[in-house]
């Protein structure tokens, strides 16, 4: 059974580590695909419309230091949407991908479990341009009260931008 989960340790990989951001707690994100900032206490993700975005993090305990072993029954979800409601625009987990190849992708169950998390050209070209929430967390496998219990792990801003060379194929 998973211990609660807090701040998501993420580590956004990136050839180019600009606009790095320091969560609360010590994790560090480096985008792939654009650009992130703090808004404390939630972090900022751009992505443009209708362009594959992918990023990667490794998931940490209510510590903030002590890595996360996942199962191979557990189930890593992200949630988009806006965030003036409860409908989610984009759902993703680690059991399926969208019709268009998004997903989450657990690349390692160890210490910290690794996650990958692709957001595919069509999933993103369905989303108008502006502010979304978005949400990652655990469907802990081995939870029984209650079952298959969500831990919440990290919110974080998206910031959809429109495509600089418009929304061409879309």
Same mark, same amino acid.
């Given at each position: 059974?998973?211990?609660?989960?807090?701040?998501?340790?993420?580590?956004?990989?990136?050839?180019? !580590?600009?606009?790095?951001? =320091?969560? !609360?707690?010590?994790?560090? %994100?480096?985008?792939?695909?654009?650009?992130?900032?703090?808004?404390?206490?939630?972090?900022?993700?751009?992505?443009?419309?209708?362009?594959?975005?992918?990023?990667?993090?490794?998931?940490?305990?209510?510590? =903030?230091?002590? +890595?996360?072993?996942?199962?191979?029954?557990?189930?890593?979800?992200? =949630? %988009?949407?806006?965030?003036?409601?409860?409908?989610?625009?984009?759902?993703?987990?680690?059991?399926?991908?969208?019709?268009?190849?998004?997903?989450?992708?657990?690349?390692?169950?160890?210490? !910290?479990?690794?996650?990958?998390?692709?957001?595919?050209?069509?999933?993103?070209?369905?989303?108008? !341009?502006?502010?979304?929430? +978005?949400?990652?967390?655990?469907?802990?496998?081995?939870?029984?009260?209650?079952?298959?219990?969500? =831990?919440?792990?990290?919110?974080?801003?998206?910031?959809?931008?429109?495509?600089?060379?418009?929304?061409?194929?879309?």
């Amino acid at each position: 059974m998973l211990e609660p989960l807090g701040l998501i340790g993420a580590l956004l990989e990136s050839a180019t !580590p600009t606009g790095n951001v =320091k969560f !609360p707690g010590g994790a560090t %994100i480096y985008p792939r695909g654009g650009p992130v900032t703090a808004i404390a206490p939630l972090a900022e993700l751009f992505v443009r419309r209708g362009r594959t975005t992918e990023f990667t993090g490794g998931l940490y305990a209510a510590d =903030k230091s002590t +890595g996360i072993t996942l199962s191979e029954t557990d189930t890593v979800r992200v =949630k %988009i949407g806006r965030s003036n409601g409860n409908d989610v625009d984009l759902d993703l987990d680690s059991t399926e991908t969208t019709e268009n190849g998004s997903g989450v992708i657990v690349d390692s169950l160890s210490s !910290p479990a690794a996650i990958r998390v692709r957001l595919a050209q069509g999933d993103l070209a369905a989303l108008t !341009p502006g502010a979304y929430l +978005g949400e990652i967390s655990v469907v802990d496998s081995a939870e029984i009260g209650p079952t298959n219990a969500i =831990k919440f792990t990290q919110e974080f801003i998206v910031q959809v931008l429109r495509s600089m060379n418009g929304d061409t194929g879309l």
